[in-house]
T-cell receptor
Framework: AQSVTQLDSHVSVSEGTPVLLRCNYS??????LFWYVQHPNKGLQLLLK??????LVKGINGFEAEFKKSETSFHLTKPSAHMSDAAEYFC????????????FGRGTSLIVHP | DTEVTQTPKHLVMGMTNKKSLKCEQH?????MYWYKQKAKKPPELMFV???????INESVPSRFSPECPNSSLLNLHLHALQPEDSALYLC???????????????FGPGTRLTVL
């Protein structure tokens, strides 16, 4: 079984300040982990993914995430928030080596204040 | 062409209507997916096609009927829907076919469905 927990339903930051979106996972197997972003009334876009290579993963638009097996975490960070980062963010886990049914977290809404 | 397209963008239908949603990709991807997304919720997987064959049906009611006519096209036929079926319907594709957990999914913009 696998599951993913996004610890915050909303995160509010000021423009230019760091962003931290938290994700913890549970998986009986080696997981693949993804962060997707969804702007209002749009589809989802991949930000970055971890697939058992480097534990620090760099993505698009200045985002990065670190896979920490000991903490079962895959938190998403960005040094400086931009107004255009305001969106819904989903952490997704899939099971390595098995049938690919992705499990989505509930989502974190990022609010960026000017 | 690196995108997934979906038509129509918006659809309003009555409970007795029959309509279809269309999804298309020309990236040579081997797996295609239908998701349903309610407001403020994550996408819920409905169906997965791998190599044009239905490989996963997540206990979706029969009023939703998927079809994969070829490797680039995915349809979702709708009949006798209920108001609670109103949602954003997302299509996605991935390169390697279902069974590869490292695959990235590429999502279309969705069809906003309203059932009256």
């Amino acid at each position: 079984a696998q599951s993913v927990t996004q610890l915050d339903s909303h995160v509010s930051v000021s423009e230019g300040t760091p962003v931290l979106l938290r994700c913890n996972y549970s998986s009986s197997y080696s997981p693949s982990l993804f962060w997707y972003v969804q702007h209002p009334n749009k589809g989802l876009q991949l930000l970055l993914k971890y697939t058992s290579a480097a534990t620090l993963v760099k993505g698009i638009n200045g985002f990065e995430a670190e896979f920490k097996k000991s903490e079962t975490s895959f938190h998403l960070t960005k040094p400086s928030a931009h107004m255009s980062d305001a969106a819904e963010y989903f952490c997704v886990v899939s099971r390595s080596g098995g049938s690919y049914i992705p499990t989505f977290g509930r989502g974190t809404s990022l609010i960026v204040h000017p | 062409d690196t995108e997934v397209t979906q038509t129509p963008k918006h659809l309003v239908m009555g409970m007795t209507n029959k309509k279809s949603l269309k999804c298309e990709q020309h990236m040579g991807h081997r797996a295609m997916y239908w998701y349903k997304q309610k407001a403020k919720k994550p996408p819920e997987l409905m169906f997965v096609y791998s190599y044009e064959k239905l490989s996963i049906n997540e206990s979706v009611p029969s009023r939703f009927s998927p079809e994969c006519p070829n490797s680039s096209l995915l349809n979702l036929h709708l009949h006798a829907l209920q108001p609670e079926d109103s949602a954003l319907y997302l299509c996605a594709s991935s390169p390697q076919g279902q069974g590869s957990s490292t695959d990235t999914q590429y999502f279309g913009p969705g069809t906003r469905l309203t059932v009256l």
